[in-house]
């Protein structure tokens, strides 16, 4: 599932940030979700809530924010948006558009609880 897969890299990102600021609990994480991302929110909820399980962010929230999606129309010359990959360009109507914004998926922001503390002994 790639939802599944997208959810074990944010928790790769999560647990490298909490190693490496040294918190222990994660409150909820941020993450952008782009409209030319084709990440189903839903399954992504339900595969975090799996994956973060025994983490540091077991049992936190996942909010997403929605990026709208832009193309870039050749005949045009100009940024439009495009609501999903491969659509006309709402101006005249070609298909020479192509995606530059919302087709990714990304993490923004941890919610961690405490301040981060220094490094453990032993890391820099
Ligand atoms: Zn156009």
Not at 7 to 12: F, K, M, Y
Not at 74 to 93: E, H, T
Request: proline fraction near 5%; charge should be negative; charged fraction near 25%.
């Amino acid at each position: 599932m790639h939802e599944m897969s997208l959810a074990e890299g944010i928790r790769s990102i999560v647990e490298e940030t909490a190693q490496a600021q040294g918190f222990a609990r994660v409150k909820a994480v941020v993450i952008e979700v782009g409209q030319l991302s084709s990440v189903e929110v839903e399954s992504l909820k339900f595969c975090f809530d799996v994956v973060m399980r025994g983490t540091v962010a077991d049992g936190a929230r996942l909010d997403i924010e929605t990026v709208p999606g832009t193309g870039w129309c050749m005949p045009c010359g100009k940024s439009v948006p495009i609501k999903a990959l491969y659509d006309p360009c709402p101006d005249c109507g070609s298909y020479q558009v192509q995606a530059t914004g919302g087709t990714e998926m990304r993490v923004v922001a941890l919610d961690v609880d405490g301040a981060p503390e220094r490094a453990a002994e032993g890391v820099e």
